[in-house]
């Protein structure tokens, strides 16, 4: 069974950094890419990233490109998200999902929890 177990969301100020951390089980990173996700209240779920560790390929959507990064660690099984330059419009509650397949394309079957980012002065 996959499991996914998002980490690390909290309040900052804007301007601050935050790096979520998604725990991955019942599965290997090689077999599934890993995307991360937000969803604002009142506002659809955007995908804002996403790695393919086989493929060693990542996607950032514009609204976070040069503020975020991705990576993964094949040995802990886990994947983060490293957030900077935050900014109040990233306040969204953020999960982690497994793609069905390697690449970073729907469908993303398996969700954590989610975790909760408030930027706020």
């Known amino acids: 069974q996959l499991q996914l177990v998002e980490s690390g969301g909290g309040l900052v100020q804007p301007g601050g950094s935050l790096r979520l951390s998604c725990a991955a089980s019942?599965?290997?990173?090689?077999?599934?890419?890993i995307g991360w996700f937000r969803q604002a209240p009142g506002k659809e779920r955007e995908r804002v990233s996403c790695i393919s560790y086989s493929y060693g390929r990542t996607y950032f959507a514009d609204s976070v490109k040069g503020r975020f990064t991705i990576d993964a660690d094949n040995a802990k099984n886990q994947v983060y998200l490293q957030m900077n330059l935050l900014r109040p419009e990233d306040t969204a509650v953020y999960y982690c999902a497994a793609a069905r397949t390697r690449l970073c394309v729907p469908p993303y079957d398996s969700w954590g929890q989610g975790t909760q980012v408030t930027v706020s002065a």
């Open positions: 019942g599965f290997t990173l090689e077999h599934h890419a």
